[in-house]
């Protein structure tokens, strides 16, 4: 009489396999950082030091360059001091009061 016995993937197959995809993957799927767009690398800057705000829980600033606003400040609730546009060469970096949410036009 014949048993029934089930095939599959062994432990070793089934790890093996795993390696090879998070290894393609990790390969292909590098992060690069913009720093060509300087409104995106801004955008970076903004968001970090909210964070870091927040974690933290502290006041920070983050200093604006080549911008009409010199200085912009989180409290440690991560909340922008105040509303402001501020302006790179065409692009507008709308900071909106509540919690530093901001539009890009």
Do not use: C, D
Request: charged share 15%.
């Amino acid at each position: 009489m014949l048993k029934f016995r089930p095939k599959g993937f062994t432990l070793l197959e089934m790890l093996l396999v795993m390696f090879i995809v998070t290894f393609i993957s990790g390969w292909t799927l590098q992060y690069q950082m913009p720093t060509s767009n300087p409104v995106k690398l801004f955008e970076q800057h903004y968001l970090y030091q909210q964070v870091r705000a927040l974690g933290l829980k502290q006041k920070t600033t983050l200093p604006t360059a080549n911008s009409n606003v010199s200085l912009l400040t989180f409290n440690a609730r991560g909340a922008i001091n105040q509303a402001q546009t501020i302006k790179f060469n065409k692009t507008l970096f709308v900071v909106q009061l509540g919690m530093g949410r901001y539009v890009i036009r």
